[in-house]
């Protein structure tokens, strides 16, 4: 049984039948990924006391940026290489778009690791202690980073009194210990939002990668059975490649620089 209208337009919309479902799941990605904004707006706007500021590595951020929107570019170029029958072409643009992909996870989970390995640590004695940690034991913990009996200067990191603060190995005994964490999303309402947001752009991310790994893989063989059809794969690909990069260029604004 042929099924109609997966390379030929429908008549009543004009496209054909993926391109009518693509459109149909990323208006369901938009009330996704707006609902998760306009709830990190609401909590911001609507939070008593310091709010994390350069708590995130901008430069990092900046080159994962750049590598997301040159993989938008080549995966376009893939695209226009299918419809001008250049088969050789679009794998090099495919291959391309595949290994910015890989790229950009590789950075995340740089990221990710880091905020793992960075603690925040709040004292009985009143001192506030945030770094890396070195070692812990029983006894002791040991971080590289900065303390201060002032808890809201280590939130605004871009401040100059945070810029006064000394790093260096901080001994911290257990038992003057009274909370403890790592970067993970209980530790505040900021690291939630950043975790489930940037966590679920990297869920797409990974679907983008098989999905772009099949097409220039195994899946490229119907480019001898049906070029149309797997053109428009690669333009159907291509379109949700252009949104996760979208949703990237509002991440990196909101969580990064403001």
């Known amino acids: 049984m042929q099924i109609p209208y997966t390379s030929k337009p429908r008549p009543d919309t004009g496209l054909y039948n993926a391109k009518v479902g693509l459109w149909l799941f990323l208006a369901s990605e938009v009330m996704l990924f707006g609902g998760l ?107 590289h980073g900065v303390r201060t009996s002032d808890a809201a200067v280590l939130y605004d990191r871009t401040s ?9 190995e901080i001994t911290i005994p257990t038992a003057d210990i009274k909370k403890i964490s790592n970067y993970q999303p209980k530790l505040n309402i900021y690291l939630s939002l950043y975790w489930c947001i940037t966590g679920l752009h990297a869920l797409h991310l990974i679907g983008g990668i098989l999905v772009f790994g099949y097409l220039w ?13 797997f053109t ?19 991440v990196f604004p909101v969580l990064y620089l403001f």
């Open 217 to 229: 893989g195994p899946g490229s063989s119907m480019w001898n059975r049906d070029r149309e059809r």
């Open 232 to 250: 428009n794969r690669i333009e159907i690909a291509g379109l949700y490649w252009h949104f996760v990069d979208l949703v990237w260029v509002f």
């Open 37 to 143: 904004f306009s709830a990190y707006i609401l909590l911001r706007t609507g939070h008593e006391g310091p709010w994390p500021r350069g708590w995130l590595s901008v430069p990092i951020g900046t080159f994962n940026t750049m590598v997301l929107i040159s993989s938008s570019i080549s995966a376009t170029m893939a695209w226009a290489a299918c419809k001008m029958g250049q088969f050789n072409r679009f794998k090099m643009f495919h291959g391309i778009t595949l290994l910015l992909a890989i790229l950009f996870l590789g950075v995340k989970s740089f990221e990710y690791r880091d905020k793992l390995t960075h603690y925040w640590v709040e004292t009985k004695s009143g001192v506030v202690a945030d770094g890396h940690l070195v070692k812990k034991t029983d006894t002791e913990v040991v971080l």
């Open 160 to 168: 100059a009194d945070y810029k006064k603060l000394h790093h260096e």
